[in-house]
C-alpha cells in the first residue's frame, strides 16, 4: 500500500494507482448495468438528474440558541426547508457551559445547548413537523435527539412527524474528528439504540451518515477515505444485525454517506462510481439484502477541505468549481462548495453566495445534468473504477485481517495509516512532486492573507450561563436524580436507552450530567498516541 | 556536522493539543518531521488539559513544548502553559506555537512567553531549525 511513495502525479492518480497513457476497449472488463439498477455504478436513478437535481447544502451556524433561532427564521421565511445545527465543541464533547475546562470554547463553533431550555429557545416558533433538521452531533448524538424529540413533544408535534438526520457516526470521531467520549463498544451500542428508535418510532429520521470526509481532512487518500467509510457502514450494519431485533431492509435504507471531494478530477469520479458499486454489493452478499433500496449507496460530499490554499486563494474558486463538476459525474446527491477563503477566515457573504452560485451554473448553465452519468462505458473512466474499487477491497481486507475496525482504532493502526499518508502528502507538496498552484508552482511575492480573529461573545456565554444557572435552580432535584440514576442502571443492562434519554431531557438534566451517568458505567476511550 | 546531530539525539520535545479542538494532522506532521531531524518527541494526543500538559512536560524533562492551535483561542492557551511551567520550576521550557495565528497575533504571543511561533505554512525545514536553535547551544560543528 505504500507503493505510492515513488509515484510522479504525471503518471499516478494521488492515491497512487498507475495510469497508461490511453485506454481501450480490452480495458474493459464488460458493461455495466444501466443507471438504476444494481450494482449501481452508474448512478442510483434510471434518468440520472432529470427527476431532481442534486441538493444545494450550504452549512452555517453560529452563536447562541437566540442568535440560530433568528437565523434559521430568517432561512425559513426565504424559501429555505430545512435547517443545519451546528453544535459548539463542549457540546460535542459532553461538557456542560459552566464547566471551567471549556469556557473559552463555549459557542465558538456552534451553538451550546446544555438542556432542553436551550433547545426549546433553539426550535422556538419553528414548524418542526414541517422543517427537517440535520445535526452535525456525533459523541452526543444520542443526547441531541432526546432533547429534539422532547422540545418538539412539548409544543404539541408527535415524534412521528420529526424529520432530519443526526450524523452520529463515532467511529470517525476515534480515527480523526476527535469528538469521542466513551469506548467504540458502548458508543456503538448507543448508535444502535438510536437506529432501531428511530425505525420504530421516528421513522422519517435519519439516524446515522457515515463520514469519510473526516479521515480525508486528516490526510487519508481517496482510495483509503472511501475504503475506511465503507468498512465503518459495515460495523455500524454487522453491531445492528447481532442484537437482531432488525433487519438489513429496515435499517439499510436509513443510512447514507458523506465525502470530500479533492483536485484529482477522474480519481474522485471513479472513487463514486467504485464506492457505489462495492456498497451495493456489500449489502446484498454479505447481508443478504434483495432490495433495491436497501443497496442504494446515498452520499453528500464538500468541494473544498484540505485541497484548499491559502497563497493566491481566489485560485480556490477555480478548484472548486472542477470539483464540484467531479462530484456531479460522480452522481453526488447534495453538495456544500466551500468558499475560496475558507482556509483562513469565516466565509464571507460574498464569498459564500460565490460558491453557491457555481453549484448553479454547474445545474443550470453547462448542461451536465442533461444525461445520467455520462461518463458511462469511457474506457478510461470504467478501467479507473474497476481499480479503485479493487483497491476499495485490498483495504477493507486488510483492516478485517487486522480485526476489525473497533480494534483498528483502539490499537492506532487505522490513525497509524492515515498519519503516513498526511505526512507523505505533506512532503510532496513541499518538495513540488505535487503541483499546487500559487504554492509550489508559479507562485507570485503577495502578502500573507489577513486571517480572521476569532473574539469572545462575552455577553453570549453570560447569557448561556444564566439560563444554565436558572434551570439548574429551578428544576426538581428528585425527578433529576431519579432520571439519572436511571440511565445508569438501563447503561448496565440491554435495553433501549432512548427513552431513558428522552426522560433526562424532559427532567432537565445537562448534557455532562447525562455523559456522567453514562460514562460511570463504561468508562472513557483511551487514545493510542501515534504519529 | 555530527557534533550537531548527536547533540540534538539527546533533545526531547513534546507536541501538545491544548482545548477540545481535535484537527491534529498539522500536530502529528511535525511531531514526525521532529523525530525524522533526530529529536525524541513525545505527543499528548487531542484534547489535553493545561494541567496536564505542563505535567508531562516537566515529567518527560523536555526542552521544548510545541502547542498545535487552531481553534483561534491561541493567545489565552499559550498563556496558561506559560505560567504553568512558571509556577512548576521549569521556566527554562521553551514554549513555541503552531496553527491558525494572525501575522498581528505573533508579537503578542511572544509577549506572552512564546519562544518562536510557526503559522500555517511554515515549511518543516524552518520549523526543524527553529527549535534546533532553541535546544542547541551557539556552538559550530568543527570542521
Known amino acids: 500500500m505504500n507503493d505510492s511513495a515513488q509515484n510522479s502525479s504525471a503518471t499516478h492518480t494521488s492515491s497512487g494507482i498507475p495510469l497508461k497513457s490511453v485506454y481501450g476497449p480490452a480495458d474493459l472488463a464488460g458493461d455495466p448495468p444501466d443507471p438504476g439498477h444494481f450494482p449501481f455504478t452508474r448512478g442510483n436513478y434510471p434518468s ?50 459552566d464547566d471551567p475546562e471549556v469556557g473559552e470554547e463555549v459557542g465558538r463553533v456552534g451553538v451550546a445547548v446544555d438542556t432542553l431550555a436551550d433547545a426549546e429557545v433553539l426550535f422556538d416558533g419553528i414548524p418542526l413537523d414541517r422543517i427537517s433538521t440535520s445535526f452535525t452531533i456525533n459523541g452526543t448524538a444520542a443526547i441531541l435527539l432526546a432533547f429534539y424529540v422532547a422540545a418538539a413533544e412539548r409544543r404539541g408535534i408527535p415524534r412521528a412527524k420529526l424529520t432530519g438526520t443526526i450524523q452520529n457516526d463515532i467511529l470517525k470521531e476515534y480515527a480523526s474528528r476527535g469528538t469521542w467520549i466513551w469506548p467504540p463498544d458502548p458508543s456503538l451500542r448507543l448508535i444502535a439504540d438510536t437506529i432501531e428508535f428511530c425505525a420504530a418510532e421516528v421513522s422519517s429520521f435519519n439516524a446515522i451518515s457515515v463520514a469519510g470526509a473526516h479521515f480525508r481532512d486528516a490526510g487519508a487518500n481517496a482510495v483509503q477515505e472511501m475504503a475506511f467509510t465503507l468498512a465503518d457502514g459495515v460495523t455500524y450494519c454487522d453491531t445492528v444485525l447481532a442484537r437482531g431485533r432488525m433487519t438489513i431492509e429496515q435499517f439499510a435504507p436509513q443510512i447514507s454517506f458523506f465525502f470530500y471531494t479533492h483536485g484529482d478530477f477522474f480519481e474522485e469520479i471513479a472513487k463514486y462510481r467504485a464506492g457505489r ?12 439484502a434483495t432490495s433495491d433500496k436497501a443497496s442504494m449507496f446515498r452520499f453528500g460530499c464538500v468541494a473544498g477541505g484540505a485541497s484548499l490554499y491559502a497563497p493566491q486563494a481566489r485560485n480556490n474558486t477555480v478548484r472548486v468549481a472542477y470539483e464540484a ?43 451536465v445534468a442533461r444525461v445520467a452519468d455520462p461518463l458511462g462505458g469511457s474506457y478510461f473512466v470504467e478501467s479507473l473504477t474497476d481499480a479503485t474499487e479493487a483497491r476499495i477491497v485490498e483495504i477493507m481486507a486488510d483492516l478485517e485481517r487486522h480485526g476489525g475496525m473497533v ?57 448561556q450561563l444564566k439560563r444554565l444557572a436558572d434551570v439548574k435552580a429551578t428544576r426538581d432535584a428528585v425527578t433529576v436524580r431519579t432520571a439519572l440514576a436511571e440511565l445508569t442502571r438501563a447503561a448496565e443492562g440491554t435495553d433501549n436507552l432512548m427513552p431513558r434519554l428522552i426522560d433526562c431531557a424532559n427532567a432537565y438534566c445537562t448534557v455532562g450530567e447525562m455523559v456522567a451517568a453514562l460514562k460511570a458505567v463504561w468508562g472513557e476511550f483511551q487514545q493510542p498516541v501515534v504519529f | 556536522m555530527t557534533t550537531a546531530t548527536t547533540a540534538a539525539t539527546a533533545t526531547r520535545v513534546l507536541i501538545a493539543k491544548p482545548g477540545l479542538d481535535g484537527h491534529d494532522r498539522g500536530a ?18 487531542i484534547r489535553q488539559r493545561i494541567e496536564s500538559i505542563v505535567a508531562t512536560a516537566v515529567q518527560e524533562d523536555v526542552a521544548v513544548v510545541g502547542l498545535s492551535i487552531l481553534s483561534g483561542a491561541h493567545l489565552a ?7 504553568g511551567l512558571r509556577a512548576a520550576d521549569a521556566a527554562d521550557i521553551a514554549v513555541v506555537v503552531g496553527g491558525t495565528i494572525p501575522a498581528a497575533d505573533v508579537p503578542r504571543l511572544h509577549a506572552a512567553g512564546a519562544a518562536a511561533v510557526f503559522p500555517t505554512g511554515t515549511p518543516l525545514d524552518a520549523v526543524v531549525a527553529g527549535v534546533r536553535a532553541l535546544t542547541t547551544t551557539a556552538v559550530e560543528p568543527a570542521l
Open chain 1, 277 to 288: 458499486r462495492r456498497w451495493a454489493t456489500i449489502v446484498r452478499e454479505r447481508y443478504g
Open chain 1, 407 to 463: 480494534r483498528a482504532i483502539e490499537d492506532g493502526y487505522l490513525q497509524g495509516l492515515i498519519a503516513d499518508e498526511a505526512y507523505r502528502i505533506h512532503q510532496e507538496v513541499e518538495s513540488g512532486t505535487r503541483p499546487v498552484v500559487g504554492v509550489n508552482r508559479f507562485t507570485a511575492d503577495e502578502p500573507a492573507p489577513e486571517l480572521a480573529t476569532y473574539e469572545l461573545d462575552a455577553e453570549g456565554l453570560d447569557r
Open chain 2, 28 to 45: 502529528k506532521i511535525v511531531a514526525r518531521a521532529l523525530r525524522d531531524a533526530g529529536f525524541e518527541v513525545v505527543f499528548t494526543g
Open chain 1, 48 to 97: 440520472g438528474y432529470r427527476g431532481r437535481l442534486w441538493t444545494f447544502r450550504q452549512y452555517s451556524g453560529f452563536g447562541t440558541a437566540e442568535e440560530s433561532n433568528r437565523r434559521y427564521r430568517y432561512l425559513l421565511e426565504q424559501g429555505g426547508t430545512g435547517l443545519s445545527v451546528a453544535l459548539d465543541l463542549p457540546t460535542q464533547c459532553g461538557y456542560d457551559s
Open chain 2, 77 to 83: 492557551l499559550t498563556a496558561r502553559v506559560v505560567e
Open chain 1, 325 to 367: 463538476l467531479a462530484s456531479v459525474l460522480g452522481g453526488v446527491q447534495s453538495m456544500f462548495t466551500a468558499a475560496w477563503d475558507e482556509p483562513f477566515a469565516l466565509p464571507s457573504e460574498e464569498s459564500t453566495t460565490l460558491a453557491l452560485r457555481t453549484q448553479q451554473i454547474l445545474a443550470h448553465e453547462t448542461g
